[in-house]
């Protein structure tokens, strides 16, 4: 999941389109858009709205932008207008820009201004009851869109891409409370802890307390509780047949880990390769290691999976060789999606998962 900004922002880049004569290719932030030529260039100040804004009608009439949105059904059953993308004569457009109100400075987030909120798909039904939260079996962190935040990674930063799944996010792992004589096993979606099933065989079937059943994992999360940690969650993506609209190939369900959380502490990607590699844990392909640069990731960000299948690839997972926060936006973590996936008949059917 991400959050939605509507920020006042600049136009970096301002460059023809080769095939059609009254539009332009501006560039805000990380995104390109379709423009009217002429009308913007580089610095002029915009606001933007990113693709999956929602906007009410009273603002969409406003602000005359009717014609950039979709009608959509959203996780309440509501029908919304969603800000969208499209290709214009080849070239793909994300999101819109309008003029700032006045007084409206760079770098503003001015979401409130416009009652701008997140587009949340229909909810898609998972299989398993919900069990009560636990704080010491917290949800992943929210991955952001590396477009909207094209900056918080360094140029020539060392950095690690791995393949995004189109699946179902997963955590699994133990949490030792201290009135407690032995550990909690838990699993969950990515915002819901999971009861236990009763029997094995309905463990097996289960969406979420199935990677406990895979040796590799139990391995793993025995070996981290014979070092003496109190809680360790392995978090990764749960896919293959009747899971997701990609199966890659695959009949059944399976499990591929992306990353470690050990005693409140999320492991740099060496350590979490080591200890999988170690214990035959399956893991997320990864797709590329070495300096960061947004037109490499870009790059990287489309092409086949590299599970399997015939699908290409949803996108790709960025984040530093070694753990780092900012000051602003917490965890150093992105994902860019790429566009082949964008503008497939996939992403128009995504539903929210629970």
């Known amino acids: 999941m991400s959050t939605i900004k509507v920020e006042v922002c600049e136009i970096l880049e301002i460059k023809p389109h080769h095939n059609a004569d009254a539009l332009e290719l501006a560039t805000v932030q990380g995104w390109q858009m379709c423009v009217k030529k002429g009308v913007h260039q580089p610095g002029d100040l915009v606001v933007y709205f990113e693709q999956g804004t929602v906007l009410t009608k009273e603002v969409a009439d406003r602000l005359n932008v009717g014609a950039y949105l979709s009608e959509k059904t959203d996780i309440n059953s509501d029908r919304?207008?969603?800000?969208?993308?499209?290709?214009?004569?080849?070239?793909?457009?994300?999101?819109?820009?309008?003029?700032?109100?006045?007084?409206?400075?760079?770098?503003?987030?001015?979401?409130?201004?416009?009652?701008?909120?997140?587009?949340?798909?229909?909810?898609?039904?998972?299989?398993?009851?919900?069990?009560?939260?636990?704080?010491?079996?917290?949800?992943?962190?929210?991955?952001?869109?590396?477009?909207?935040?094209?900056?918080?990674?360094?140029?020539?930063?060392?950095?690690?891409?791995?393949?995004?799944?189109?699946?179902?996010?997963?955590?699994?792992?133990?949490?030792?409370?201290?009135?407690?004589?032995?550990?909690?096993?838990?699993a969950g979606s990515r915002t819901l802890r999971r009861k236990e099933p009763e029997d094995s065989m309905e463990m097996v079937a289960n969406t979420y307390w199935f990677p406990h059943t895979l040796i590799g994992v139990k391995n793993l999360l025995a070996d981290l509780q014979s070092q003496g940690h109190k809680q360790a969650i392995l978090y990764g993506e749960v896919y293959g047949q009747g899971i997701q609209s990609y199966t890659y190939g695959e009949k059944r369900m399976n499990f591929r880990a992306f990353d470690l959380m050990l005693d409140g502490k999320y492991v740099d990607y060496p350590i979490f390769k080591s200890l999988c590699d170690r214990h035959q844990v399956e893991q997320v392909p990864l797709v590329y290691e070495g300096a960061f640069s947004l037109d490499v990731i870009s790059e990287f960000s489309d092409g086949d999976s590299l599970i399997g299948g015939t699908h290409g690839r949803e996108g790709v997972v960025v984040k530093p060789m070694v753990e780092r926060d900012d000051a602003k936006s917490g965890r150093v973590i992105l994902k860019y999606i790429g566009d082949r996936y964008l503008f497939g008949k996939v992403a128009a059917q995504d539903t929210t998962d629970v």
């Open 80 to 186: 919304v207008l969603v800000v969208h993308r499209i290709k214009l004569r080849g070239e793909p457009s994300f999101g819109l820009v309008v003029q700032p109100e006045p007084g409206m400075e760079l770098g503003t987030d001015v979401a409130e201004f416009y009652s701008a909120t997140k587009y949340h798909p229909p909810i898609k039904a998972q299989a398993g009851d919900s069990a009560s939260d636990d704080p010491y079996f917290p949800k992943y962190t929210n991955l952001e869109n590396m477009r909207s935040y094209p900056n918080l990674l360094q140029v020539g930063e060392l950095v690690v891409a791995t393949e995004k799944i189109h699946g179902s996010n997963c955590r699994v792992g133990f949490v030792w409370h201290i009135d407690e004589e032995q550990p909690t096993m838990m």
